[in-house]
Nanobody, 115 residues
Framework: VQLQASGGGLAQAGGSLTLSCVAS????????MTWYRQAPGKERDAVAT???????YYKESVRGRFTISRDNNKNTVYLQMDNLQPEDTARYYC??????????WGQGTLVTVSS
């Protein structure tokens, strides 16, 4: 089982990035998937979730700016990030929402937002 996140990089405040995460598992469509992020010196926390039924949930600070989606045919979950702010700077990871379904954490993808 592997999680491969990509799409990070350097953006200016107000800019946009789109993250992708491919999960190599056979029951991807049945799993609620979450994007997490970890800023330097802080704990990892959940940013956005998309359920198996395509319902979405967002951390308050990103609601209206970030959009999570999934493509079950590609075993991929996406995070469209618009109007990025310096406080969005972090390493972003994807994984299952439920702790008992989580896979080994991948390396994530680094997002850096300059002011």
């Amino acid at each position: 089982v592997q999680l491969q996140a990509s799409g990070g990089g350097l953006a200016q405040a107000g800019g946009s990035l789109t993250l992708s995460c491919v999960a190599s598992l056979s029951n991807f469509a049945d799993i609620a998937m979450t994007w997490y992020r970890q800023a330097p010196g802080k704990e990892r926390d959940a940013v956005a979730t998309v359920t198996s039924g395509y319902t979405t949930y967002y951390k308050e600070s990103v609601r209206g700016r970030f959009t999570i989606s999934r493509d079950n045919n590609k075993n991929t979950v996406y995070l469209q990030m618009d109007n990025l702010q310096p406080e969005d700077t972090a390493r972003y990871y994807c994984n299952a929402l439920s702790p008992n379904r989580q896979m080994p954490w991948g390396q994530g993808t680094l997002v850096t937002v300059s002011s």
